[in-house]
Nanobody, 125 residues
Framework: VQLQASGGGLVQAGESLRLTCTAS????????VAWFRQAPGKEREFVAA????????YYADSMKGRSTISRDNNKKTVDLQIPTAKPEDTAVYYC???????????????????WGQGTQVTVSS
């Protein structure tokens, strides 16, 4: 599966942010898809994941209640929405996918084989 992340750019603090991960290839429904981000000088961190569109989602503690991950298997997309962006959301955002991923492994970057190219998000204060 190939992944492409889009929707990044410059937004003001308090504005809404919506990122889209678009997949191509077969078997998308069998893949767990996650969003990670990497801020300058920091390690890549988990943001949110969707487990095969079965209604099972995971969020980093910092993103619970302030972000939503949603999936459309027909369109082969996974969106990440942050209704109220903060300057600390500034990072390069990556989407990742993996099949046959254990639920306990969904928040760990090293378990994902397929990655998109990343999209830069800058939130100005």
């Amino acid at each position: 599966v190939q992944l492409q992340a889009s929707g990044g750019g410059l937004v003001q603090a308090g504005e809404s942010l919506r990122l889209t991960c678009t997949a191509s290839g077969r078997g998308f429904i069998n893949y767990a898809v996650a969003w990670f981000r990497q801020a300058p000088g920091k390690e890549r961190e988990f943001v949110a994941a969707d487990a095969w569109g079965a209604g099972t989602t995971y969020y980093a503690d910092s993103m619970k209640g302030r972000s939503t991950i949603s999936r459309d298997n027909n369109k082969k997309t996974v969106d990440l929405q942050i209704p109220t962006a903060k300057p600390e959301d500034t990072a390069v955002y990556y989407c990742a996918a993996e099949s046959f991923l254990a639920l306990n492994d969904m928040t760990t970057a090293r378990y994902y084989y397929f990655w998109g190219q990343g999209t830069q998000v800058t939130v100005s204060s």
